[in-house]
């Protein structure tokens, strides 16, 4: 087994691996998620305010502008943050032995296909509006934006009330552990 170059047996002070950088990552990691969290929040307040302003002004640049900024949001920041949640936060959640929070994850999961069939139907109309075209449908879109709204609102909650710390919580002691393993690999280095 090839030791790390932290770790040699010519090496008479043996430095520790540096687990820091690992957890440091980690907590970047669930800042941003929590960061893009603020973003769909301020978004979705977007929204709000073009459905309001197409009514009052129709189809003006600013309502035009805003509805393009929510359609670049949801089409870009938002999918890849779905999908870094799929990668980190989902997974050793769903590993773990505690069912009734791989319940709530599976429910997070089945929210983001969800999220995403609401998005791309309330897209094309939000994509029309951005062209300056006028065919939407006042009624449909108020009503798919308020389904979407209100997803999304549930699903930010349960994710940072619940979820996040706890797979936070997870990675952490994974992290923990991969130090301790570390430290017992360098005693057992010095002791030989």
């Given amino acids: 087994m090839s030791l790390p170059p932290a770790v040699s047996s010519s090496n008479a002070s043996l430095q520790p691996l540096p687990i820091a950088p690992s957890l440091a990552r980690l907590n970047a990691e ?4 929590d960061a893009c969290h603020q973003k769909v929040l301020d978004t979705l307040a977007e929204l ?11 189809v003006s640049a600013a309502v035009r502008a805003g509805a393009q900024r929510v359609v670049t949001f949801f089409d870009t920041t938002a999918h890849d943050h779905h999908a870094e949640e799929d990668r980190l936060v989902f997974p050793p959640l769903l590993e773990g032995t505690d069912a009734g929070l791989a319940e709530k994850v599976r ?5 983001h296909v969800w999220l995403e069939q609401d998005w791309q139907e309330l897209k094309l ?3 029309a509006i951005a062209k300056g075209y006028s065919w939407y449908d006042p009624d449909q ?3 798919a934006v308020g389904v979407f709204v ?9 994710e940072e009330s619940i979820v996040y710390p706890s797979a936070h919580r997870r990675l952490s002691e994974r992290a923990h552990a991969g130090a301790a393993r ?3 690999e360098q005693q057992r280095l010095r002791a030989a």
């Fill in 48 to 58: 709000g305010m073009v459905l309001e302003r197409l009514q009052d002004e129709g």
């Fill in 30 to 33: 669930f800042d941003a998620l």
């Fill in 107 to 111: 429910r997070l999961q089945q929210d």
């Fill in 125 to 127: 109309q939000l994509e």
């Fill in 150 to 158: 209100a997803l999304y609102l549930d699903h930010i909650d349960l």
């Fill in 182 to 184: 570390v430290a017992a």
């Fill in 141 to 143: 879109l108020r009503a």
